[in-house]
């Protein structure tokens, strides 16, 4: 990987357009990672 990233994004049409001109820039680079983040909160019932 070569260590560039997309700004995080609520929508996933902004980074998947990045990718896209990334790999047209870079054609060697054909593997990308989605990192989702999904916030969580939790209590015990009493």
Do not use: Y
Not at 6 to 28: I, M, R, T, Y
């Amino acid at each position: 990987m070569c260590g560039e990233s997309a700004e995080a994004a609520h929508d996933f049409a902004e980074p998947q357009s990045w990718v896209l001109k990334h790999c047209g820039k870079n054609p060697s680079h054909h593997t990308f990672r989605e990192v989702i983040t999904r916030p969580w909160r939790t209590w015990r019932r009493r």
